[in-house]
Every structure is written in structure tokens, then in C-alpha cells.
Nanobody, 112 residues
Framework: QVQLVESGGGLVQPGGSLTLSCAAS????????VRWYRQPPGQAREWVAG???????NYLDAVRGRFTISRDNDKKMTYLQMTNLKIEDTGVYYC??????WGQGTLVTVSS
């Protein structure tokens, strides 16, 4: 019944910007924490950013200062704004909604 739909992935050059969006169908979206994860090619999935229900925000050290997580409770959306992208940011990005709901993933490729 709960569904997360991601969009915004694609190919971008190093130093470029990209914004990922995730739309939720969950009626209790505002009471759930949101997170973004990524899985680089051939590597394990890793946590990237999290935003709690009271505005608490945390980032992976490698993306802090470059990525911004946000949410719009009225629209039931979460966003990951990515700037100054690096080649090592390449991977499949997943949105997450507590306690254990995952999006299908969207591929972000950073390449020259």
C-alpha cells in the first residue's frame, strides 16, 4: 500500500548539479523520517542523508556541504539536491521512509 516513486536521476558531468525527488503515497508521511541511500557499482549500499520529523538533518561526511536533503509534508515529497558532483558520487540512489519503506532506485552517473 505504501509506495515511493523516485525521479531525477541521469547523467551529469563532474561539478554539475542534480536534484532527486521521491513521492510518497503514505498518508502518515509527516510523522516518518526520510533518508537517502546510494549504492555505487559493485559496492554495498550506504546511507547518504537523513531528515527527521522535527527538522534534524545528518549527512555522510563525503557529501556534507554539497548535498541537501529536504521534505515537503504537504506534497508528501522528499528531495536530495546534489551540487558539485564528483565521479565517486555515481551509483543507484534510493529514498527511504521509516520504518522500512524503500524506493525503486534511480541511477546517477557522474562522468565526463
Amino acid at each position: 500500500q505504501v509506495q515511493l516513486v523516485e525521479s531525477g536521476g541521469g547523467l551529469v558531468q563532474p561539478g554539475g548539479s542534480l536534484t532527486l525527488s521521491c513521492a510518497a503515497s503514505e498518508s502518515t508521511f509527516s510523522s516518518r523520517a526520510v533518508r537517502w541511500y546510494r549504492q555505487p557499482p559493485g559496492q554495498a549500499r550506504e546511507w547518504v542523508a537523513g531528515l527527521g520529523t522535527y527538522g534534524d538533518i545528518n549527512y555522510l561526511d563525503a557529501v556534507r556541504g554539497r548535498f541537501t536533503i529536504s521534505r515537503d509534508n504537504d506534497k508528501k515529497m522528499t528531495y536530495l539536491q546534489m551540487t558539485n558532483l564528483k565521479i565517486e558520487d555515481t551509483g543507484v540512489y534510493y529514498c527511504y521512509l521509516g520504518p522500512d519503506i524503500w524506493g525503486q532506485g534511480t541511477l546517477v552517473t557522474v562522468s565526463s
